[in-house]
């Protein structure tokens, strides 16, 4: 029950007091407001900042008012556009103010209730029309407390809070230079528990990108679009109160968790990740004449060379077959020496231990010897 009123409470305050806004871009340390285009008529047009929801009329993440904001204040050209450097980094500046029983410290840039994801896209468009957005940054939960869902940490608010309301991203280096949008979107999740009660606030700036890159990023999304969000996207259709997050794994970013940069950190969805190839046997081929290997008696024979790496395809060793067998030979031609050595060492030293240890032995034996010479020369 007493988690029931929280929500109720959470939701009329959401609806109450939900403002937020991009009040200016940052860059070359120049907080510039004239290369934004408007949050709607009211006020100006200066500051309104009223979520896109869908209720009390369709005027949310269903309509054409999710690309840019308000229509038709958002689709008027800004007043200028902003030269940025490709690889340089801008940055978006959120304000709220506080209102009433709210906190002039902590709810300054937005309301902490409304918690949720901010993602920045871009555009090689001047309208935003079709299929023309990819993301550039976005970041959702930071950390998650299991037991108090109201500790847990997320861009909005608390990555405000520790920036100063600021969000800064950097554009891809590699990119084309031209005229693009620009597009920040804050997604307070805090009323996402019921149909149509994700609140997004959206404001998109122009800039012109200079630099010499030479890519067009190819994985591209539209806005609005059911490849991007619905209005039972798990991203969109969402309880902060009552989901087991496990730190964000089950969080769903509108248009998914793709982010372009000059090295993209995710795999694009269309874009199965690439996996290693398996090695294969290399086909058998006709064996070419060699020169025949002249055989190594040294001690320090030549080591036959290690498989060689190409790619991703171990090569096959060359056959050395002729040189192990010349290394055989050699071997045991080496065996049969040293054993004749052993032998005739033995018989030697025999004849020599006979001679002077046992005189008698031995002329005994020069006698025979002898007399097996007469008896050989007698039958001649």
Known sequence: MRNNMIIVLCC??????????????????????????????????????????????????????????????????AKAKCEVKAGSTVTGTYWHGAYGSEDPVLDRFIARSHKGPIMVSMAK??????????????????????????????ASPDLLLEQDGKVSV???????????????????????????????????????????????????????SSDYATLTSPGILFSLYQNPLKNGANYSYPGGDYVYSASPSVTPPSTPPPSTPTPSTPTPSAPTPSTPTQTVT????????SPVATGNVVAPIADNSAAKSGLGSTATIAIVVVVIAVVVGAIVGAMLF???????????????????????????
């Open 125 to 154: 468009s001047e309208t935003g029309q079709g299929k023309v957005w990819f993301k550039i940054w976005q970041k959702g939960l930071m950390s998650y407390d299991p037991k108090n869902w109201q500790n847990n940490k997320w």
């Open 12 to 77: 009329l305050f959401g609806f109450a007091l939900s403002h937020t806004t991009l009040t200016s871009l940052i860059v070359d340390g120049t907080a510039r407001t004239d290369c934004l285009r408007k949050v709607s008529g009211n006020r100006d047009g200066t500051y309104d900042g009223f979520p896109l929801m869908d209720t009390p009329f369709p005027r949310g993440i269903l309509s054409d008012n999710y690309t840019l904001g308000f229509l038709p204040y958002a689709a008027e050209p």
């Open 354 to 380: 006979i001679k002077f240890k046992r005189p008698g032995t031995w002329d005994g034996m020069k006698f025979k010897a002898q007399d097996l010479k007469d008896a050989v020369k007698s039958k001649a």
């Open 298 to 305: 040294s001690t320090n024979s030549a080591i036959p060379p």
């Open 170 to 224: 950097v554009i891809p280096k590699d990119i084309t230079p031209g005229n693009y949008l620009l597009r920040f979107e804050l997604l307070a999740l805090h009323s996402a528990n019921v149909a149509s009660g994700a609140q997004p606030y959206v404001r998109v700036a122009e800039i012109t990108v200079t630099g010499s890159g030479t890519v067009n990023p190819s994985t591209l999304m539209q806005i609005p």
